[in-house]
């Protein structure tokens, strides 16, 4: 360090070496007895004594105008807010080498707060960025690219105006109220999405209010909150759209967007279908949209030039499977599979307020592969009653395949219905009543003994066996099975990532033991929250824990005793529920109310008999000692 004491200014004030110096930096430091000057790496600092300063003030004034006007570099910076005036400004702008200003940008106790007078002499000298602690508040809204200040802090959350003016942006929470008006900073061409975490209604209002032309793609994560939005908005009350510039990134296999004019048009379609239903009991409404749904159409499943579809290239595969799964997909064309029949009434039931999840399983199919090996015709096949088909297979054990599984999808519904006396958890599979020439339904309201005692089934996903629990005691046995299950794969994982020679230590071990549970329980919460929706409120109104966003280890062991009692609140909700089997009375009495409000004439005495029949058949067969299905 080459360091060098002046006696007085007029030294440096003579020194023509002022316009050599790469960068200077002029501040106070209480190291200098007067003045003096440190060169550090490319940089030069002049650092002043602040009481020799206040002694000396009109001096040094000159001999930084001097300086100023001797320098040659694009930068420069006064470090101290005392030395900065009207007349070192001026100089700032006259020197036209100079590009970028930095005034007390670290000053916290010697402060300067950039002036509108300052920027406007900056701005009219063409400057190109002014670096600044602090700016006066009637600067705050001047979001000029020179002012470094406004283009760095932050506007609400981690968002900042250059964020705002980028080609894409994306919201993943609510903007808050008193920030909507920041969005009158995006820039013209910026295209931004939010999901249905956000406040879509008061984003698209403050958009229009400020008649931004902004594209907005909308990621459906919940179609409820969406579509109350857009009510809210009035989009529901007229054909023609209100915003052009609308894109809807809807829940799909595809992932194509549709615009907004096309999603109201499917989205009428569906309200229009239940809207017969509003006014009915809960189980009613759910038999009326699982009749709706199993008679839809056929199953057709798509198939390429006879191929098989699971052998095909990446995106032709997904495009030809999404065509038999997406709901609105479906809705304008002649394919649907398991899949389809469960999106179709997972959202016709929530439009109608009955809680639900989509549930994922492995059914076995070896029954079903069997009548390909029975030496029978198909006309002589459909001819046979439920019980001659069901002695038929049994004798053709031999040519059943064992544990023959195959990926499947039914819904998990939760009905509660003070008319019949109802409240529980039921499965649901319209795939399996879809028959077009028989109205049946058998697999509408299975309990868990139904489904346990009748086709081998496996859930695939852990996490919804907790629903079956039938005691606090089995629930929590459940759970602490399924966290020893992701337990023992994080350990794999450790000792695999141990063989490549990353030091392991069981500490982490133990820490991400607990993320895991978090992860594990989150997700089944998100569950539990759409099949109890009501008793889910409550639970998280009464535990501040489940809002926590912060999940550091120390808020992860603060928030234990909680977490413990959430745990029993719902299990309670779960082992409590009646899931007792409904009846054929039951059943035949709600599908004689739905066709007398729904339907035209509703149904006649015998067709009503032949309905409970027929699936008082199908029943005896499906959950019958053999265990297998037709």
């Known amino acids: 360090m080459d360091e060098k004491e002046f006696n007085d200014a007029s030294e440096l004030y003579n020194n023509p070496s002022v316009s050599e110096v790469n960068k200077i930096y002029l501040c106070f430091s209480s190291r200098a007895k007067k003045i003096c000057i440190s060169k550090e790496g490319e ?21 930084i105008i001097n300086i100023i006007r001797e320098y040659k570099k694009e930068e420069i910076c006064i470090g101290s807010g005392k030395l900065i005036n009207d007349e070192v400004i001026k100089e700032i702008c006259n020197n036209e080498i100079i590009k970028i200003v930095s005034l007390a940008k670290y000053g916290f106790f010697d402060k ?56 894409k942006i994306n919201f ?91 999603y109201l048009e499917y989205e009428r379609l569906l309200y229009s279908i239940v809207e017969p239903a509003m006014n009915m009991s809960p189980f009613e409404k759910y ?31 997904i495009n030809i499977k999404s065509s038999s799964r997406d709901l609105y997909q479906i809705l304008d064309n002649d394919y649907i599979v398991c899949v389809g029949f469960a999106n179709f009434l997972g959202d016709l039931l929530t439009k109608l307020g009955i809680d639900n999840i989509g549930l994922p399983v492995f059914v076995d199919v070896s029954s079903t592969k069997a009548t390909k090996q029975i030496d029978i015709s198909k006309d002589e096949w459909k001819k046979l009653t439920p019980e001659e088909k069901h002695r038929l297979i049994t004798k053709q054990q031999s040519y059943i395949p064992k544990d023959d599984f195959s990926g499947h999808r039914r819904l998990m519904v939760h009905i509660k219905d003070e008319k019949y006396g109802i409240d529980g958890i039921y499965y649901s599979d319209p795939t399996w009543d879809n028959f077009i020439d028989r109205n049946i339904y058998a697999h509408a309201i299975m309990t868990e003994n139904d489904v346990s005692t009748s086709v081998s089934t496996n859930k695939l996903d852990d996490k919804y066996l907790l629903f079956s629990a039938t005691s606090i005691d089995e629930f929590n046995a459940m759970l602490n099975t399924i966290m020893d299950t992701h337990s023992r794969k994080r350990r794999k994982e450790y000792v695999e990532t141990k063989k490549k020679g990353r030091k392991i230590t069981p500490n982490i071990i133990n820490r991400d033991a607990i993320f895991d549970f978090h992860y594990v329980f989150n997700n089944f919460l998100k569950e539990f929250s759409k099949l109890f929706h009501k008793e889910s409120d409550k639970i998280k109104e009464k535990y501040s824990c489940l809002n926590e966003t912060n999940y550091g280890i120390k808020n992860i062991y603060k928030m234990g005793d909680e977490i413990k009692e959430v745990i029993y609140e719902i299990a309670v909700t779960i082992v409590s529920k009646n899931n007792k089997t409904i009846d054929n009375d039951m059943l035949k009495n709600a599908i004689s109310e739905i066709y007398k ?10 067709e009503l008999d032949k309905i409970v029949e027929d699936t008082e058949q199908a029943r005896t067969v499906e959950f019958g000692s053999s265990k297998r299905t037709i």
């Not at 009637?138 to 932050?154: G, M, R, S, Y």
């Open 112 to 167: 300067y707060s950039l002036s509108k007078k300052h920027f406007e002499m900056f701005k009219n000298s063409n400057k190109e960025l002014i670096k600044t602690q602090y700016i006066d508040k009637e600067l705050e809204e001047t979001f000029d690219p020179i002012i470094d200040f406004n283009n760095e802090k932050f506007l609400f959350s981690y968002y900042k105006y250059q964020d705002l003016q980028k080609e």
């Open 43 to 63: 940089s030069t600092y002049l650092y002043i004594n602040k009481n020799y300063y206040e002694e000396h003030k009109e001096e040094i004034d000159k001999l």
């Open 172 to 262: 993943f929470s609510p903007i808050p109220q008193d920030k909507l008006y920041y969005l009158k900073y995006l820039g013209d061409k910026t295209v931004i999405t939010i999901s249905t975490n956000c406040n879509i209604k008061e984003i698209i209002e403050t958009l229009k209010k400020y008649k931004k032309n902004t594209q907005v793609k909308i990621e459906v994560l919940d179609k409820n909150i969406l579509n109350q939005a857009l009510i809210d908005l009035g989009y529901f009350d007229s054909n023609s759209e209100k915003y052009d510039n609308i894109t809807i990134i809807p829940k799909s296999i595809k992932k194509d967007n549709i615009s907004i004019k096309k």
């Open 597 to 606: 409000d729904a339907y035209e004439d509703g149904l006649r005495k015998e």
């Open 287 to 317: 038999i009326y949209a699982y009749d709706i749904v199993k008679r839809f159409k056929k199953y057709n499943k798509p198939k390429k030039d006879n191929k098989n579809i699971d052998n095909l290239p990446s995106e032709v595969y």
